[in-house]
C-alpha cells in the first residue's frame, strides 16, 4: 500500500512564511511527477506546484516568486517553501505523486490526505 503524507500546515499571519512536506511511503518502485494543489471549500481544486522526474517546475501565477517547490528523489519527499503568504493563500493543501508500485508495473495518482493551511490578515 502506498500513502502520502503531508505535514507542516497551520497558521501564519499574512506576510509570514510555512513550509510544507510530503512523505511518501509503501511498496515504491518509482515516483514520477510530483506536485502540490490546494483547495478552498466551495472551489474547485488548483495545482500550486509541480515538479516532474527530471526537474521541471512549474507554478501557478499566483505564487510565483513566493512559493518554491524542493524534491529529494532519493527519500522519495517533496516540499513546499511558501513565503510572503497572503489571506487568499488559505486552503487545504494535497500532496500528489504519480507512482509505479513494486507490485504493479503502471503509473497511477495518488493523493494525500491534505494538510490546512491558514493565513490571518
Known amino acids: 500500500q502506498v500513502q502520502l503524507v503531508e505535514s507542516g500546515g497551520g497558521l501564519a499571519q499574512s506576510g509570514g512564511s510555512l513550509r510544507l512536506s510530503c512523505q511518501i511511503s509503501?511498496?515504491?518502485?518509482?515516483?514520477?511527477?510530483m506536485a502540490w494543489h490546494r483547495q478552498v471549500p466551495g472551489k474547485a481544486r488548483e495545482s500550486v506546484a509541480s515538479?516532474?522526474?527530471?526537474?521541471?517546475?512549474n507554478y501557478a501565477e499566483s505564487v510565483k516568486g513566493r512559493f518554491t517547490i524542493s524534491r529529494d528523489y532519493v527519500k522519495h519527499t517533496i516540499d513546499l517553501q511558501m513565503n510572503s503568504l497572503k489571506p487568499e493563500d488559505t486552503a487545504v493543501y494535497y500532496c500528489?505523486?504519480?507512482?509505479?508500485?513494486?507490485?504493479?508495473?503502471?503509473?497511477?495518482?495518488?493523493w494525500g490526505r491534505g494538510t490546512q493551511v491558514t493565513v490571518s490578515s
Open positions: 509503501g511498496h515504491v518502485a518509482t515516483v514520477g511527477d
Open positions: 500528489t505523486a504519480q507512482i509505479s508500485r513494486t507490485t504493479a508495473p503502471r503509473f497511477d495518482d495518488y
Open positions: 515538479i516532474s522526474v527530471i526537474g521541471d517546475i
